[in-house]
């Protein structure tokens, strides 16, 4: 079957078609896929030295149908619409019986083939690693019960895709890991496909004051559909300045989206009122750095906080924005902007290189 494959680190997605995918065993399950997202993180682990084995199928923004099941599947039925999530957990630890599956001590480990057992994926008859559990450029995706999440038939799977990553990761920043209470203010530095659905989660949580920050315009349109108050551009005004204004002394929560830039991450720390917390979301290159004073915690009572997938207790979240979706209470459509074909993957990264377009989608294969 067709996959489309990083062959060398910073070279283009070659599409191959001698992807082969095992039958489902135990708790697998095996999902004919019908979209699966770009997100930016593919890009990154694609033009990075990360050490990722190679050759590497990326892709973990997924949904499609459950065509075949594993003898010990129970959530499971062949027909169901299924999101694949990346945020995996093996369900037995503390953290998971905690309900924080996002913190699972275990994962990968307990929901990934056992040494010895034939692998999921291969390529031209060899192994091949299989990238966040998922590999979910290619016509089909082997998963793990605890991958993948059951959604209503009704959400196109376009939008469906998107809910297991990008949708997950940026609303889950306000909901789950900030916590945003009724009459909060927060600001969002970066308004792409993660940096909307931040907006819209601090709106869905009853933020008060919701600035969104970017430097492109059309973002800052867009960026009013998912519950932007008020937008800055920065080539205009400094943003710091202009959040403290707005919020008369500064945000409750400051979310960084971008990634990979020293500025934005200073920008997120200084724009806070006392008591307020900075979320660092976007990635970041291994030789970046940062300096703070101790006094940004201590006598300023300033948070700073990582957060990884949002957060997520995928198999509760994905089916609730799901959900809130159908009842036009959640934003997908707007996130929207391509949809293609398999063979146009690395064109369409160089337009979300460029920044002007939300997300594209691989619905043809
Ligand atoms: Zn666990
Ligand atoms: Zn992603």
Do not use: W
């Not at 770009?38 to 199928?57: F, N, Q, R, W």
């Not at 027909?79 to 990968?108: E, I, Q, S, T």
């Not at 064109?347 to 460029?354: D, Q, S, T, V």
Request: aromatic share 6%; proline share 5%; with cysteine.
């Amino acid at each position: 079957m067709k996959a489309a494959v990083i062959e060398q680190i910073g070279q283009p997605f070659v599409v191959r078609d001698d992807y082969e995918l095992d039958s489902p065993i135990g708790r697998e399950i095996l999902v004919d896929v019908k979209a699966s997202g770009l997100c930016h993180s593919d890009i990154y682990v694609a033009t990075k030295e990360l050490g990722m084995p190679l050759p590497l199928v990326l892709g973990h923004e997924v949904s499609g149908v459950v065509t075949e099941i594993g003898p010990d599947v129970t959530e499971f039925r062949v027909g169901d619409h299924v999101v694949a999530c990346l945020a995996g957990f093996c369900g037995h630890c503390d953290r998971c019986l905690d309900g924080k599956p996002n913190l699972c001590r275990n994962y990968p480990i307990g929901t990934q083939r056992k040494p010895g057992e034939k692998p999921r994926v291969s390529l031209g008859g060899q192994a091949l690693y299989q990238f966040s559990e998922i590999a979910g450029f290619a016509e089909q995706v082997l998963l793990h019960e605890n991958n993948a999440v059951v959604v209503p038939d009704a959400v196109p799977f376009p939008q469906a895709a998107l809910l297991g990553c990008g949708v997950t990761t940026g609303a889950g920043a306000a909901i789950n890991s900030a916590g945003v209470r009724v009459g909060d203010n927060v600001a969002v530095i970066g308004c792409g496909g993660v940096g909307l659905n931040t907006l819209q989660g601090a709106a869905l949580a009853g933020a008060r004051t919701i600035i969104a920050i970017d430097l492109q315009p059309s973002k800052l349109e867009l960026a009013k559909k998912f519950g932007a108050t008020h937008t800055i551009n920065p080539a205009e005004v400094d943003p710091v300045e202009a959040v403290k204004e707005i919020t008369g002394g500064g945000a409750d929560h400051a979310f960084e989206v971008i990634g990979g830039l020293k500025k934005t991450l200073e920008q997120a720390i200084a724009m806070l009122a006392t008591g307020g917390t900075a979320y660092f979301i976007g990635a970041q290159p291994p030789e970046a750095t940062l300096e703070i004073h101790p006094d940004f915690f201590l006598t300023n009572k300033r948070g700073l906080r990582g957060v990884y997938m949002g957060g997520t207790n995928f198999k509760r979240d994905i089916p609730m924005y799901a959900q809130l979706y159908l009842q036009g209470r959640f934003n997908l459509d707007d996130l929207l902007s391509n949809e293609i074909s398999i063979d146009e993957v690395n064109e369409a990264y160089k337009e979300l290189e460029k920044g002007g377009i939300a997300r594209s989608v691989i619905t043809r294969f």
